[in-house]
């Protein structure tokens, strides 16, 4: 358990919130909280009471609902206005009121921004900062200050600059954080400027870092190897422009390369999870190539690792992603063979490991199906689908006779939309697609047809209305992507086509595979596993 | 222009396509290495000759369809195999012979892995990298050779991997590249090893990172400040697991923060254009919050920002974004502003010039069209056709009343191939498509009904049936590319659907671009565009 001597402060509900496209409900803050707290961050900055009605709320609830285990809620807020007593100014009341037994004071240290952003002098910005942090320290509470447009400022004015450090840490803030607000800087800048400013102040330093430069992680580092004991992060670098630091990516470079422990124990193999968990949350597609934490950060693909990996994992593993709550995950593709497909079998919790010809088998029909186009890197519940047909195990819970499907289009069908703010593809008669399918379910003969917007959304309706009398369960599936891609460039519409399809039960999806030159029926073939998949996840017998 | 002395070298082709998902193809790639020579890189590393035959096509059509003006192709390869000389080596001989004037050879570095996975001694290895690199120099191009496991390598047995650099220099490796191929460095380990293996051995040292530890640019600017003059990234960082170091977040911050002139003159404000071109061909969604490049780089939310960034935008940005070619508070729309539309109408010979009333119905119709999925980044020919119907010179060689696709299979369509060897989508009855286009062709009313071995082919081919009585020339324009994207995640098949369609007349292509809920009624406006702008540059007179 980490003591005091490091913060984990992460600010995923204030600065990350700014991420373009971004907006948290009351609810969603509060799920995201107690996730923060189970991965064991320090601090939880919660947002800015008083300055929106929503901010306030979550406060109120946060002290109330939210048992935190490992973090302290932190409140954000601004100085003084200036010209006003601390006391008298209702913004600093309603940090000071807001139960955060941690407030963080964002504060000007770049002359520039105090002249012409907060237009006041250097000096009331000092007094500002000064009075703000030694009226909510005798109210009791915690105070860190934030230093906006540090390193800007620094660079333009290192005097003054220093000087508001000093002036927070001499009124009672604990920390004091040094902002790359505009994230413009490189690593070689951060350590600089923070050894000097240490050394200078002798003051607790914290770092927080924007990654415009692509260096949020590295600079936040290097304000650790310059002395910071104070990081701020977002889960998921989620942030304004470019976002954060990204809080998993520094915590396991901090936990798994410095030896750090800066979480409590047991908590850092809870990253994958959380990030996954507020991605989910705050509904944007988890970023798969993320550091740690992605679906792709252990996957390996080149032909010159696979055959190698068995050997001695580690060799191919810059760590162990069991630590981090991820998994090694070999991507079956054509580079890989044989050793590829025994692994992930046994991910997947079959056993081939002592059928040498089942395994041989499996081998050469995913060779196959790959030399036609089939890729199974995405589509775990294909090649479980083929291992268990391979091993006597295949699930047949209907069986097609025939589908079809029209699409078309009359009158005076036009090029695209003639003038602004028409939909597309709406003008000159409407475009119609219907299915038909025409299946054996439990032996009955069931015929189905429905309409939908695109020739697959009208199979899959027809295909669900076909098998849901008999399955049930199938009403809580729903097809979540649809992935085409055209494979051999110069055969034009002539080319094969694959199709990915993700289906969710609203708690774990999968992703299946079909591939023709047909775009419907590669379709059809994804989809008719992607429904035989989930049938079997939720438990149906396999006939 | 930057000479010798430094070195952008590209990867994309080849790290890059280790990307989980990707897979491209030829003439993907030609594209791709045309943007990055545009983007004006010094090294386009194209893939591995010899390993497998789309790579080996690819040196083929790349040496004679490439007129690269700024970047020198690349060929990727292993040193020899143990215990045979390097002229008797068949993949050495195919790097050889590729017609690549620079060749990047892979060596192993660390000794575990010399005995591991290559499974031979440590001096045999560095025989192998003494004998490839010295025959390929004699044959007559320039070897860079990249040091795999470099840094893990060195960690473990300095003493070998740097004579693995001293061996590949000596032998006439014009650059040593150290890789950390497990991407597990942070700068600090980077500045350490790269100082020391730079003032042990005094060899010309690259960097290659991985983003393992979400440090990949970091690594590369603390090798570039350890003295290295060659670093090697892709663009956007695709690369395999976590990825590789960006290419264009590199040369940003090495342009922009270094003040290197890492790119020829001209060549920076092109960045997000190739990212985005990039991104297009390679079918990922763009990262929007990209450093430099995405669309979020440069767009403030923050509501403390919004009101002072008025006062002065260089308080609020890292750097100037018209420098990268991006703009602040750039939303997708935007990118299509007006200047860039002024320019493309220019570059198309249209002339916009002076009628500003046009050129802004032309901008607000982009914008309305960007809204609802259109993207004219790849889609020329539309862009094209947009610009003549605002300037009052549309093309209409054929009206179309009604089209019509019925697609269906019959007889027990199985799921997928159950045999290996069978052909997808054959067996259990054939998948038909047959499509009927009514059109009026120079006033006549024209019905005709094709097959096709999917529904867009059908279409095509009915289309052409129909209008090819009378435009005979359509009959040598050919379908070459057909490209499906998703839009909008999560809505399943119910997404709208942007299709990319190229034709060619085999000297030059076009390609054309449909939006719709409906993937064949996208398909179709993109096909029927294609086609009449195909009849346009054929020469018929524009009815």
Known sequence: MPDDSFHVFDTTLRDGAQREGVNLTIAD????????????????????????????????????????EHAQLTAFGATRRAGVRAADDPQVAALRDSGAPVVTLVAKSDVRHVEHALR?????NLAMIADTVAHLRDSGQRVFLDCEHFFDGYRYDPEYAVSVVRTAADAGADVVVLCDTNGGMLPADVTEIVTTVGERTGVRLGMHAQDDSGCAVANT????????????????????????????????????????????????????????????????????????????????????????????????????PTLVGNDMRMLVSDMAGRA????????????????????????????????????????DASLELLLREELGR????????????????????????????????????????????????????????AEGNGPVNALDRALRSAVEGVYTALASLSLTDYKVRILEDGAGTGAITRILVTFSDGRSEWTTVGVGENVID??????????????????????
């Open 29 to 68: 803050k509060l799920a995201i909280a107690r996730l923060l707290d189970e991965f064991g961050v320090g601090f939880i900055e919660g947002g800015w009471p008083g300055s929106n009605p929503k901010d306030t709320e979550f406060f109120q609830r946060a002290t109330h609902e939210l048992p935190l």
């Open 120 to 124: 006041t002098t250097p000096e009331e």
């Open 221 to 320: 580092l290097a304000a650790v190897d310059a002395g910071a004991t104070h990081v701020q992060c977002t889960a998921n670098g989620y942030g304004e422009r470019v976002g954060n630091a990204n809080l998993f990516t520094v915590v396991g470079d901090l936990a798994l390369k410095y030896g750090r422990p800066v979480l409590p124990d047991g908590c850092l193999s809870e990253m994958t999870r959380v990030s996954l968990a507020v991605a989910e949350i705050v509904n944007i597609a988890p970023a798969t190539h993320q550091p740690y934490v992605g679906v792709s950060a252990f996957a390996h693909k080149a032909g010159l690792h696979a055959s190698a990996i068995k050997v001695d994992p580690d060799l191919y593993q810059h760590t162990e």
């Open 340 to 379: 590829s497909i025994e692994l992930k079998a046994k991910e997947l919790g079959l056993d081939l490991g002592e059928d040498r010809e089942v395994l041989g088998r499996v081998v050469d029909r995913v060779k196959t199906l790959e030399q036609s186009g089939y890729s199974f890197e995405a589509a």
């Open 394 to 449: 295949q699930v047949r819970y209907f069986e097609t006779e025939s589908w079809r499907v029209i699409a078309e289009r009359g009158g005076a069908a036009d090029a695209w939309p003639a003038a602004p703010g028409a939909t597309p593809g709406q003008e000159g008669g409407e475009a119609v697609s219907e299915a038909t399918v025409k299946l054996y379910v439990k032996g009955e003969r069931v015929i189905a047809t």
């Open 522 to 543: 590669a379709s059809w073939i994804a989809l008719e596993q992607a429904v035989s998949y989930g049938l079997l996840a939720q438990g149906y017998p396999a006939p």
